[in-house]
Structures are given as C-alpha cells and as structure tokens.
C-alpha cells in the first residue's frame, strides 16, 4: 500500500512561492514502479494536473504553468516537491500527489487523473 501525505504550507501571500512536498511511504520513488504527480482542483473547477517527475527524476510539466512551476525530489526522503511562483488568489485550490503506475500507458492516465494512490489533499489559500 502506497501512502502519500502532502505538507501545509500554511497562508501563502501573492507573489509569494508556494511550496509543497509529498511524503511517500510504501515505494520508494526511484524504483521504476510509479509516476508521481501534483495535482490541484480549485473551487467550482475541474482537477488540474501540474506535472509529473518519474522515477529517474525526469520532469514532465504541464505546458500551461511551466513557466511558474518546477518539480524536485529529495530521494534520502522519499520526497517530491512542487513549487510555484508568484502566486495570486487564481491558485488557490486543494493540491493533491498521486502516484500512477508505470505502466505503457501511464502519461494517458495521468491526464485523465486516473492516478492509483492519491494523498488526501490540503487546501492552499493564496490571499494577503
């Protein structure tokens, strides 16, 4: 069983770096078995995926915010981090890891959000 516990970041101020970690136990995240993804769903919205780092640590950002987001890992911690600058209130939402086997077509699902372990999500409120 996989596990994963996304950080609180407590209140962000805009044009602020938000920044979140995942801690994952039950795999470890440099064994070819999962995908790790970040993911947010703000008010009223739909999920939103903001990008993916892959056992190797090769990155895979969504397009729409790759400009304001990078994504790391920390592998002595079995951890992996999202961070995204200059805030505004449009990026409050509940950010959420994931982690998607790695299976042949495990980017497909990660689009459609069809992730097999997902943390339990924590609100991020952006505001001054």
């Known amino acids: 069983q996989v596990q994963l516990q996304e950080s609180d970041p407590g209140l962000v101020k805009p044009s602020q770096t938000l920044s979140l970690t995942c801690t994952v136990s039950?795999?470890?995240?440099?064994?070819?078995?999962?995908?790790w993804t970040w993911i947010r769903q703000p008010p009223g919205k739909e999920l939103e995926w903001l990008g993916v780092?892959?056992?190797?640590?090769?990155?895979y950002p969504n397009p729409s915010h790759q400009s304001r987001t990078n994504i790391s890992r920390d592998t002595s911690k079995n951890q992996f981090s999202l961070h995204l600058s200059s805030v505004t209130p449009e990026d409050t939402a509940v950010y959420y890891c994931?982690?998607?086997?790695?299976?042949?077509?495990?980017?497909?699902?990660?689009?459609?959000?069809?992730?097999?372990?997902w943390g339990q999500g924590i609100q991020v409120t952006v505001s001054s």
């Open positions: 994931a982690a998607t086997r790695y299976t042949s077509d495990w980017f497909p699902r990660v689009l459609r959000h069809e992730h097999d372990y």
């Open positions: 039950g795999a470890s995240i440099t064994k070819g078995d999962y995908a």
């Open positions: 780092i892959n056992f190797g640590g090769t990155v």
